[in-house]
């Protein structure tokens, strides 16, 4: 199975601070990946998918970047409501593992 | 528009089994890959299985901590995918979600809750 490491667990971040998660495929998926977004009690929000395409009607500060093995979610202007959790998901093949996951808080 | 709604979900004692459904529509599903997906409470996101599509014969795969305990199956005639859970755990209380992979992009349902408990 393809294996997924997200970085950092954790990140505290100023509102309209840049900030990035970062994720690693244990061998090259091409550009099979999604980014999630999920707050508490919620269904998982899709963001980005194909690695770099935006979901329709999620805000322009969300972008992804990466192909192959190294992948990123990039939030150019961290706002208040995106305090959440944020999970990569590879879909190569025949599994779709996450990775651990990238607690966001918005000081 | 695409749309997939999980149920059967409920309370089972540890060792029972349970079946969930997952209904769809808007689309043909027989193209389709259909996963399932699990969280935990408290816990972060977990892949348990995929059905792929007619075209890769529908191949299953299933995730190391359900493997030889969970079967994924299909009706396509029914749009309806399942999830026959057996020999449950109370580490197996989750909220199961569908979820539809078209062209890459993939569709999620609702989700639907079993707790295994005694």
């Known amino acids: 199975d393809i294996q997924m490491t997200q970085s950092p667990s954790t990140l505290s971040a100023s509102v309209e601070d840049r900030i990035t998660i970062a994720c690693r495929a244990s061998e090259s998926i091409s550009n099979w990946l999604a980014w999630y977004q999920q707050k508490p009690g919620k269904a998982p929000k899709l963001l980005i998918y194909k690695a770099v395409t935006l979901e329709s009607g999620v805000p322009s500060r969300f972008s992804g970047s990466g192909s192959g093995t190294e992948f990123t979610l990039t939030i150019s202007s961290l706002q208040p409501d995106d305090s959440a959790t944020y999970y990569c998901?590879?879909?190569?093949?025949?599994?779709?593992?996450f990775g651990q996951g990238t607690k966001v808080e918005v000081k | 528009e695409v749309q997939l709604v999980e149920s059967g979900g409920g309370l089972v004692q540890p060792g029972g089994s349970l079946r969930l459904s997952c209904a769809t529509s808007g689309f043909t599903l027989s193209d389709h890959y259909m996963d399932w997906v699990r969280q935990a409470p408290g816990k972060g996101l977990e892949w348990i299985g995929r059905?792929?599509?007619?075209?890769?014969?529908?191949?299953?795969e299933y995730a190391a901590s359900v493997k030889g305990r969970f079967t994924i199956s299909r009706d396509d005639s029914k749009k309806s995918v399942y999830l026959q859970m057996n020999s449950l755990k109370a580490e197996d209380t989750a909220v199961y979600y569908c979820?539809?992979?078209?062209?890459?992009?993939?569709?999620w349902g609702q989700g639907t809750l079993v707790t295994v408990s005694s």
């Open positions: 998901q590879q879909y190569n093949g025949f599994s779709a593992m």
């Open positions: 059905s792929t599509n007619k075209a890769q014969s529908y191949t299953t």
């Open positions: 979820v539809s992979w078209r062209s890459g992009y993939p569709d």
